[in-house]
């Protein structure tokens, strides 16, 4: 018998299909050997499509991560059916079937299609089911005193907004009225310019920004970053990527010169012993590529434009990088090469923890 992917309890009498497609002038097919497949019983197959719903929706009761439509609506064929955003080059189609027959197909932007998949192969963690091993001692959420750090906030994305509440009440930030009095600014970025039309009008304070960047927000990251913002971290994001940017934030770590193709903060060949992860960006598709990377790394890991790819370096033990690369592979969905690379030794990092 097999057992579903996802929750290892049930018996898989259903199978997912998440098949990439590509647009030429209409969305086709493409590379149908890297359609991927996921069996799991027919509690997880609803549970997952229950997702989709409910992320569209606006869902009261979300998990951390989980993408929102942010009040857009679902009104044209060609927009995700879980965020509502209309993907500019690559999207998925995934397919519920139940033995032969086909009980529905979804049509999802490539983020939204990869987080979806993530869950499917193992959903038991975040179904309060189980715990996972992913890559070592890697993950927690060591949160920095960052305590009377004054902080404004304009974001309207549901899932962002409930993980800087909690950020907010773990670490101790002070909410202040007017952006120009904040220590960090965080302002999520919009296809009507939101985060540009901030940074203009903070000038040189605008280096206190943080953007935090839907996948179909490129334009508008790329002039906050122009106009001196700190950096970004995508939306949905996780406790772990807000404490880390406000930690850089604070530290005076962020800024620097940005790659005009993935918008990553350029930077030499990591040194050091530690060992890293390096991805060439294929084509004209540098910002999704960084956005996914981003988007499934934690918030520690270095992500940095090097040698005209994508370099990482993970906060992991040595001998957890084989683990971090196949989750990386997996989530971007094969659409790098991704290899171990290794040089000198990194400079320590001190970091204070608090709790």
């Known amino acids: ?22 647009r030429y002038r209409r969305w086709l097919p493409t590379e149908p050997d890297r359609e991927e497949r996921v069996e799991v019983c027919e509690g997880c197959a609803r549970w997952l499509a229950g997702l989709v719903i409910d992320a569209r929706g606006g869902s009261g009761s979300r998990l951390f991560g989980q993408p929102g439509a942010n009040g857009r609506h679902l009104v044209f064929d060609d927009q995700c059916a879980a965020c509502c955003e209309s993907p500019a080059e690559r999207a998925y189609a995934v397919r519920w079937a139940s033995g032969p027959a086909v009980r529905g197909e979804l049509f999802l932007c490539t983020a939204c299609a990869r987080w979806l998949l993530g869950l499917a192969r193992s959903g038991r963690t975040v179904r309060g089911m189980g715990e996972r091993y992913l890559d070592g001692a890697y993950g927690a959420w060591p949160h920095p005193r960052l305590r009377g750090m004054r902080t404004w906030v304009r974001v309207r994305e549901a899932g962002a907004a409930a993980v800087l509440a909690a950020a907010t009440e773990t670490m101790g930030l002070e909410l202040c009225e007017a952006p120009g009095e904040a220590d960090a600014v965080l302002v999520e970025a919009t296809p009507a310019g939101q985060a540009r039309a901030l940074a203009a009008s903070l000038g040189p304070a605008a280096r206190k920004m943080v953007v935090l960047a839907a996948h179909g927000c490129r334009a508008d990251v790329a002039r906050a970053l122009e106009l001196g913002a700190a950096g970004w971290v995508t939306v949905p994001a996780t406790p772990q990527q807000v404490t880390a940017a406000l930690a850089r934030l604070a530290r005076g770590q962020a800024g620097g010169a940005w790659d005009p193709a993935t918008l990553l903060p350029v930077a030499e060949r990591p040194g050091g012993e530690r060992p890293w992860l390096w991805m060439p960006v294929p084509g004209d598709d540098g910002w999704e590529l960084a956005w996914l990377v981003r988007r499934f790394c934690r918030g520690y890991d270095t992500v940095t434009a090097t040698e005209g790819g994508i370099a990482v370096v993970p906060v992991v033990p040595p001998a957890c990088i084989g683990r971090v690369r196949e989750r990386l592979r997996e989530a971007v969905g094969g659409a790098a090469a991704i290899e171990v690379r290794r040089s000198g030794e990194l400079p320590a990092r001190r970091f204070e923890a608090a709790g």
């Open 1 to 22: 018998m097999d057992w579903c992917r996802c929750c290892e309890e049930g018996s898989a009498g259903w199978e997912l299909a998440w098949r990439p497609l590509r």
